[in-house]
């Protein structure tokens, strides 16, 4: 046959047009409005933290990338939005070579040294987060209480999860839900803006670029668990309506537990996966020594990954052939003439 | 190819088309191919330059049937080595214009009280139907639990069971009893995708029950209709023997097997859908099996640009050819045509682990895992993840949006557990596999340069 000069390849041959750049820009889509809400409350340190956490994270994966001779891939996002989720955890007043180092760490570390996007264990912008809070020099920065103390924002600068810690549900009571729904509480750059995090991860869930599995059983684990707590004793635990609303649930819930690499991606798996996320979340504030346990209860349980992907029904082998012999031949004849 | 909506959390649908196009008879062609697979020179019964007539059959004794869909003289017979590293036959027959028919071929008298058996040994005569590839032997008969006739096409872009559906309404009960008859199935069913309704509310079925299937891809694919509506496992024949409950027909092929036992002539035709990326419309014509797509492409005036695509059997499950002269077999049902703008490339990326491939696959299987295992020639582990349940629907890679060859993974990992019975030790010989087909010239699964290795594509 006479070869024309087409092109070859196998099926199938065409494509839906998704894009892992989708991917990252619907993230960053919908976290503006968290954005926007950090900037308008803490102004020119809220942008300088998200500018600087940004362009590090890109800044080390083309390094590290270069340096190992990769192809060089930022221009997927995905690095971008690392660092915008690790900047929206922060605190406006961070220091800018924290969010530097973070990100290196974040990104070079937990996630170029295990080869890349998708085969990274652990999320790097939580990864980054970790480091600084466990580093007992910088572990300061992070309490809200002290870093937000010298901004006027209209709201009580006091960290609710921290005052939940110190003074039990009593203290709480100050802190309406309406104003913790509308992003009226002490907190992160963008972590503290729920209304505008829900909006954002309702289109995410919509336009598929996460799976509802994760966000809609972690809000499940949340409020089982706090709910559980607050009904053996109300006077020791907070309700699960300000568990919700409180930290970093909504951010936990929607952005960062959903990370593609750091999540199953079978049914069950993810329902597990996110129960418990939301289940340790309120272990961890009801009793370990941080006031918040999001972070390190989806670092946690990113660790259990493979394991939840195991969570499926079992393929079955192909069916056993039943072979053609002469024997089979004589014998189905037989079968046949007798009937 | 816009078929994704803006809301992504449900998987995108692709709906079989919904349209009638009459069905154009092509003449005879000059030339005919006919292949014949996993065959080599010394089945043949016939040599070149012997004079064939239409029907005849030209492999030696016992080794057929291979019909002859034309009349005329044969030019050329040539070996090429197939998809499975096997040796296939390919046969170019010089063609009459006029049929002189090989008497040796006689209908089955009697049709209404013939045995089961002796139907069968009709269906195999008659060369290219569906049922032949399962009666090797029509004395062994596997147990059939459900017979399935399938108005639905295999393809988004193929219309030829529906068309045949919406022209011969009447025969479809004839059929049904036939094959019901010849099968010996215990239940019946015909599959009408869910647009046909009020032509099949008209239609009597006789037996047969009729089940209505939403027009989404995969539901057309037989695999999918023996799950869905029949009993379980669609039936496949292998090397040792055969597998599986349901058996699943086209109606196309229903007829024509029909037809062939009332006339005693084979299948020497067969419908196919040509579509092209540019205008969307389609179109059908009739041609004799064997004729080149080329002919075709004329009939229609269609041109495959250079560094377009022409695709046969659909855009999830065709494949690609390199040449406008490959043959139409009993079992293309469409033409494909894309121009270089159209021509999605594959790209070398990791997976995200996003899950999308996952959360499509009709058969349920963890694609990216698979995947990576494949790629890595990891095959053992493939298998124990059921990588032989693969359909090869496209689905998954349709929707990846690193963009993997997800499909030629999965042919990947086939292919190596039957070359690797362990470790990957025979890894060099399972990537040496040709699961990319017989007419690939140079394998152009990723964009690369692929500028000079043109000139050295292997000649068929
Ligand atoms: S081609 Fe992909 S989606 Fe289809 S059956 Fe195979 S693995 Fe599943
Ligand atoms: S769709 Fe592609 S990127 Fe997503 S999990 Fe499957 S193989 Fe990986």
Redesign the interface.
Known sequence: ????????????????????T??SYNFILALIPAMAMGAYYYGFDAIRVIAASIASAMIAEALIQSVLRRPITIADG?AAVSGLLLALILPASVPLYLVVVANFIGIIVAKQCF?????NPLNPALVGWAVIRITKAWAGYLDFDLALINYETGFILQYPLAVLKAEGPAGIAHFGLMDLFLGKQAGGIGSSAILCLLVGGIYL?????I??EIPASFLLGVVVIAGIFWLRNSSNYASPIFHILAGNVMIGAFFLSTD??TS????WGMVAFGFCCGAMTVVLRAWSVYPDGVIFACLLMSLFVPLL?KM??K??????????TPQ??SE??EV?SAS | ????S?????P?KLYYKDVSAPIEALPVPEKITLLWYRRTHSDLAVRVGTKVETGQDLARNGRGPFVSTVTGRVEEASTFLGVDSREYLAVQIRADQKDSFDPSVTSVAGLSETQP?TLRTGVNRAGFTALRSII??P????TVDCLIISALDLDPFSIVNQQTFRDNPEQVEAAIELLARTTEASQCVLAVPDNLADIASKVSTGAATVAMVPPVYPNGLPEILAKKYGAG?LMKT?D?????NTVVVSLEHALAMVNSLQSGRPMLEKTVTLSNGQDGKLRNFRVRIGTPVGEILKRASVE?Q??????LNG????????????PITATTESV?V?S?S?????QN????????C??ICPV???V??LGRLSEYGIFNKC?G??V??CI?C??C???????R?L??FM?LAKQGIKTVTDEPANMEEALACTA??P???????FDFDTESD?ED?P??
């Open positions: 046959m006479k070869a024309l000069d087409i092109t070859v390849s196998p099926a199938p041959h065409c494509h839906s047009g998704a894009r892992i989708g991917v995905s080869g890349g996007l998708g085969a869930v919509l336009r598929g670029t799976r509802w593609n690499a199953p991606v079978n049914r992907d499926k029904k393929q079955l082998l192909p069916p056993a052939v039943s072979p053609v089979a031949i189905s004849a046949r | 190819m816009g078929l994704r803006f809301f992504g959390i449900l995108p058996q090797r032997d004395r062994v008969w596997p496992l292998y040792a023997g055969f597998a599986g495959v250079p560094k377009g695509k022409l695709i855009i999830m499950r065709g494949y690609s050819c390199f040449s406008d002269e490959q494909h894309q270089p159209e021509v999605f490339f594959f990326t990791q997976c995200t682990n996003c899950g999308k996952n959360s349920d299987l963890e990216n895992i298998r993840l059921g032989e349940n090869e496209g689905l890679a349709y929707v990846c949006p690193a963009r060859p499909v030629h042919t990319c087909g007419s690939c010239p140079a394998i152009r699964l043109k594509s000649k068929v």
